[in-house]
């Protein structure tokens, strides 16, 4: 008869093993993210990509990152079919009854003015009225501010929409701008300017669904910690520095 003597020593290190295993492990969380570069790109080199991985990874949980449309992945969240976002613009939660978000601002956007015009003044929303003026279809912030105009253009596409500056279509372009400058240097185009101050400056965040609050003290802590050890400076400059051009800030 065949002995399991020589196997008890295995067996009991496997049952070590087994024991030693959480009971409840920390599921993959399902974050989103729109393509939106320079903080988001189709190769998951930009800004964003960089960072939210390791926040979530210093924080202890592990991630996967799915691309959607921003508003879409909002309702997902809210809906529970998706557990976070990779940034929103801080105090959107208020518009939703499940969304929570990090108290930590993951960095600072800037909505701006792009313009040929060379004496074109934007002071604020207001000043935009005596021109034809595009923006980004679904882009709540701008469609909640822009009221004055000679006329309004929504673009489905940031490209639509600078080849509509680009054209003489529009005098002005109303968009975020780091990705406007990322999206002038792909394009090509030539003799743009941001028009004097920015028309809102919004801090982003990261958004999580409300089952989730328990995680952001730790994931504050986190992107704390690489804000002060140059991991959040050093994603900057690979992917934010290189746009920054004396002539268009």
């Known amino acids: 008869m065949l002995s399991l003597r020589p196997l008890l020593p295995l067996v009991a ?3 070590a093993l087994i ?27 930009g800004f964003e ?5 390791e926040i979530y990874r210093r924080a202890g949980y592990s991630v996967r990152i799915e691309r959607l449309p921003t508003y879409r992945a909002l309702i997902m969240i809210e809906e529970g079919q998706a557990d976070g976002v990779t ?3 801080m105090g959107i939660t208020r518009n939703f009854s499940n969304l929570v978000q990090m108290s930590e601002p993951l960095f600072r956007r800037d909505f701006v003015a792009f313009t040929r015009d060379p004496d074109l003044k934007i002071r604020d929303w207001d000043s935009l009225e005596p021109y034809s003026v595009a923006i980004m279809n679904g882009w709540k912030i701008l469609e909640w501010n822009i009221k004055r105009y000679q006329s309004l253009h929504k673009a489905k596409t940031a490209e639509q929409l600078f080849r509509l500056l680009d054209s003489g279509r529009v005098d002005v372009v109303v968009y975020a701008r780091y990705s406007g400058l990322y999206l002038l240097d792909k394009l090509g185009i030539e003799g743009v300017r941001i028009a004097d101050r920015p028309l809102a400056t919004r801090d982003m965040a990261l958004i999580l669904n409300k089952r989730h609050a328990d995680k952001l003290p730790k994931l504050d802590a986190a992107l704390r910690e690489m804000k002060r050890d140059g991991s959040w400076q050093r994603a900057y400059d690979a992917t934010i520095g290189p746009l920054l051009k004396p002539a268009r800030r």
Do not use: K
């Open 19 to 45: 024991a030693a295993l959480p009971l409840h492990a920390e599921p993959e969380l399902l974050i989103t993210s729109a393509v939106f570069p320079p903080f988001t790109t189709e190769a998951r080199d």
């Open 49 to 53: 990509d960089r960072l939210i991985p």
């Open 87 to 89: 940034s929103h613009v």
């Open 13 to 15: 290190a496997l049952t």
